[in-house]
């Protein structure tokens, strides 16, 4: 029982930070350059690889889909941990994709982000390994 609720809250922290990544992104300047002159040239500025977009439009469904991805994320793993336990626990596939992507995360929140992204999903991370090793302490006896 103590591992479904470590990993439901390690979903429901990266959900969160998902979340207000989304808000974040469509409501608000949280995501805005603070050169008000870029902003207008990302407006109308196109990428090389196509002109039917401009920079800022990419920008913003970027943020979008990744804001999504950590959402799913989210909504994956706390359904499972919540209503699929036996599925979750028992599957090396499922045990290792959960552990890559909060590890690239983490990674990417080191190298690219700031400190509360790396702060929750250092968290996040920390609940799912713990809720892992506690389903499965039986594998370390």
Do not use: C
Not at 56 to 74: E, P, Q, R
Not at 96 to 114: E, H, P, Q, R, S
Request: a positive charge.
């Amino acid at each position: 029982m103590l591992a479904q609720i470590l990993i439901t809250i390690s979903a429901g922290l990266i959900m969160l930070l998902g979340l207000v990544h989304l808000a974040y992104t469509y409501f608000g300047d949280k995501l805005h350059p603070r050169d008000t002159d870029l902003l207008a040239r990302l407006k109308t500025t196109s990428p090389v690889i196509s002109h039917q977009t401009s920079v800022w439009k990419a920008w913003i469904s970027f943020n979008a889909s990744h804001s999504l991805g950590a959402i799913l994320f989210g909504a994956i793993f706390g359904y499972l941990a919540l209503e699929q336990p036996m599925l979750l626990f028992h599957s090396y596939f499922l045990g290792f994709t959960g552990l890559i992507v909060l590890g690239a995360y983490l990674v990417m929140a080191k190298l690219y982000w700031f400190t509360r992204p790396l702060q929750g999903i250092s968290l996040a991370l920390l609940f799912y390994v713990v809720g892992f090793i506690l389903a499965n302490i039986h594998l370390f006896a």
